[in-house]
T-cell receptor, first 112, second 113 residues
Framework: ELKVEQNPLFLSMQEGKNYTIYCNYS?????LYWYRQDPGKSLESLFV?????AVKQEGRLMASLDTKARLSTLHITAAVHDLSATYFCAALTQGGSEKLVFGKGTKLTVNP | NAGVTQTPKFQVLKTGQSMTLQCAQDMNHNSMYWYRQDPGMGLRLIYY???????DKGEVPNGYNVSRLNKREFSLRLESAAPSQTSVYFCASDGGVLSYEQYFGPGTRLTVT
């Protein structure tokens, strides 16, 4: 059974600093997603990672995938207040009907 | 192109009442999903439908039923609401090999008193 674990669950950081959120998953998966959620809002897709070694970047966020280690990371560079949100990773199950399994989310607060 | 739409946005029910949450997508996707989100729990899959006419249980199906009415619509029914079903419900559809994206609706905030 696929399980997804994120850490940390809470992250408070200062503007201008760098940090990494980790997402471990327990069994083989072909697809890894990162989402952002603002309070009271729906999920916004950030990245879809499809293969080992995949790296995607958008602004101050960069996501990578290591399928051998079953690990994805979301790296934040020079954080700004607007990045404050909850970030979720999710992995796709394999075999039979495909479905996403989500981590519990990382609540990021960027302080001035 | 509205993407994934959900109705209602908010609902308050008394224990034992029933209701149906509606979801529709206009992207011609085969797969659709219902999730619930509770504080500190992430999103948990309730039911999903890989194609029109098929539905399967997810992680937390008890107390819910679903109908895949056609390719566009996937509804979630609470037959006898309980306070434990107070949650935010999200519907999603999956673009499959065309886009590898899963698109989420705006959510329904349900309170059961």
């Amino acid at each position: 059974e696929l399980k997804v674990e994120q850490n940390p669950l809470f992250l408070s950081m200062q503007e201008g600093k760098n940090y990494t959120i980790y997402c471990n998953y327990s069994t083989t998966s072909d697809r890894l997603y990162w989402y952002r959620q603002d309070p009271g809002k729906s999920l916004e897709s950030l990245f879809v990672l499809l293969s080992n070694g995949a790296v995607k970047q958008e602004g101050r966020l960069m996501a990578s995938l290591d399928t051998k280690a079953r690990l994805s990371t979301l790296h934040i560079t020079a954080a700004v207040h607007d990045l404050s949100a909850t970030y979720f990773c999710a992995a796709l199950t394999q075999g039979g009907s495909e479905k996403l399994v989500f981590g519990k989310g990382t609540k990021l607060t960027v302080n001035p | 192109n509205a993407g994934v739409t959900q109705t209602p946005k908010f609902q308050v029910l008394k224990t034992g009442q029933s209701m149906t949450l509606q979801c529709a997508q206009d992207m011609n996707h085969n797969s659709m999903y219902w999730y619930r989100q509770d504080p500190g729990m992430g999103l948990r899959l309730i039911y999903y439908s890989a194609s029109e006419g098929t539905t399967d249980k997810g992680e937390v199906p008890n107390g819910y039923n679903v109908s895949r009415l056609n390719k566009r619509e996937f509804s979630l029914r609470l037959e006898s609401a309980a306070p434990s079903q107070t949650s935010v419900y999200f519907c999603a559809s999956d673009g499959g090999v065309l886009s590898y994206e899963q698109y989420f609706g705006p959510g329904t905030r349900l309170t059961v008193t």
